[in-house]
């Protein structure tokens, strides 16, 4: 096998059992490996730490499989790895009964570069790494054993595999998908998921929690939901019994998705809901000039700053969006309002909105912190920003 060693001292994010090794920190390679081979990392004075995923193409050069210099890393390691993954949930209250639920959620379950996402039978799973993408069959073998789904259907093509310099590949790994279309039921809603042409693996399951309290605070407000894609949002909101819900997309695909959940949910009043094509940062400015109002807003877009280097374009972009927000509050509003980006940390987030409420001249608290569901557990090693974050804020 061969050998990685790395720079004097570049061995302290790994004690802090951080699982990336950036091509900085890597001194040379010692024997041969090719993309996603197991190499054993060394320190430079020799000492062996860790199994890792070789990626020469990628700035993350390695990432840890195991912290044990000695593991074997092979189709029995992945076995293990991806039933202790789904155990972890199986062991969650909160998680019993849903029907969609994220069982493998990358380095925090000791898998990098491996998401696998359960709707019902079916299990979506997107490799993002040179050493996951190897590892493929013994991932989805593993998939199959511990879940017994009927489905793996592989959505690899995330753009980061152009940086690992692997092709896109999707299809189904084992099994087929249902003939007509797959649609899970979400805390009561049901939804459709189309894990072929959607978003990520097809679903933002990370939010669940979130939805469920917009349809706790919903009951006779004025709900806008900016950035709705299919539609989660604003259909707990209808079920919370939110006396009307105007929701904004730029796309045109995701509106047609929302209005088919809706339509897949008798039980909701179709005559509160309002669907609206448009880019949020226009349509937040028209409806200031409206001047309509509202009792619970919800922002949650996409990722405005991927890494630090873009940070400060994104933290205008949030503050943007909050400031009118704010604006369009009515006394004793809510705003829930989120940001996904790595390059932002929490603090810097709440930084972000306080700011926007100074300007909005409204006088807020946070009522809840909101983070992902516990199916998107966070490895104490992960920085800050990396998750998703959220605030509740109620206006005076
Ligand atoms: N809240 C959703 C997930 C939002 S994903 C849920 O719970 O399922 C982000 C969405 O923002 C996508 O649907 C994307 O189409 C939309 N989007 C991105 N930029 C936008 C813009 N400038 N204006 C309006 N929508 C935008």
């Not at 040379?28 to 060394?42: F, I, Q, W, Y």
């Not at 996951?132 to 199959?144: F, N, P």
């Not at 608290?365 to 557990?377: E, G, K, Q, T």
Request: hydrophobic fraction near 45%; charge should be neutral.
């Amino acid at each position: 096998m061969a050998q990685l060693i790395l720079h004097p001292g570049k061995e302290r994010s790994l004690f802090r059992r951080h699982p990336w090794i950036f091509a900085g920190s890597v001194d040379r390679l010692e024997g041969r490996a090719r993309p996603g081979d197991t190499v054993t990392v060394l320190t430079a004075e020799g000492k062996a730490l860790a199994r890792a995923a070789w990626s020469p193409s990628s700035q993350i050069r390695a990432r840890v499989w195991s912290f044990d210099a000695e593991a074997a890393i092979d189709h029995a390691f992945f076995k293990r790895a991806v039933a202790a993954s789904v155990a972890r949930r199986a062991a969650i209250p909160a998680l019993h009964g849903q029907a969609g639920v994220r069982l493998i959620h990358g380095e925090s379950d000791g898998l990098p570069g491996v998401i696998a996402d359960r709707y019902g039978d079916v299990v979506v799973l997107q490799l993002t790494s040179a050493g996951a993408d190897k590892w493929r069959d013994a991932i989805v073998a593993g998939l199959v054993q511990a879940t017994g789904c009927a489905a793996v259907y592989e959505r690899s093509d995330s753009e980061v595999r152009g940086l690992e310099g692997l092709e896109s590949r999707t299809g189904c790994a084992h099994g087929a998908l249902p003939a007509g279309g797959l649609t899970i039921v979400e805390n009561g809603v049901r939804m459709e998921v189309d894990v072929e042409g959607g978003h990520k693996t097809g679903f933002y399951l990370d939010q669940r929690d979130n939805r469920l309290l917009t349809g706790q605070l919903a009951a006779g407000r004025a709900v806008l939901n900016c950035f709705c894609y299919t539609g989660g949002f604003s259909l707990q909101a209808l079920a919370g019994g939110a006396e009307s819900v105007l929701s904004i997309d730029s796309s045109a695909p995701a509106l047609d998705s929302a209005r088919r959940n809706l339509a897949l949910n008798p039980q909701l009043d179709v005559s509160r809901a309002e669907w609206q094509e448009a880019d949020v940062f226009k349509a937040l400015r028209a409806l200031k000039d409206e001047g309509r109002k509202f009792d619970l807003i919800v922002l949650d877009p996409p990722k405005f700053a991927p890494s630090a280097a873009h940070a400060e374009r994104a933290a205008r972009a949030y503050k943007d969006i909050n400031l009118f927000g704010f604006r369009l509050l009515n006394p004793g509003g809510i705003l829930m309002t989120y940001s996904c980006s790595g390059g932002i940390g929490q603090e810097l987030f709440q930084k972000i909105v306080a700011g926007a409420a100074i300007d909005a001249g409204v006088d807020a608290r946070i009522i809840y912190r909101l983070s992902a569901a516990p199916d998107h557990p966070i490895g104490l090693a992960v920085p800050e920003g990396e998750y998703l974050k959220g605030l509740a804020c109620q206006v005076g």
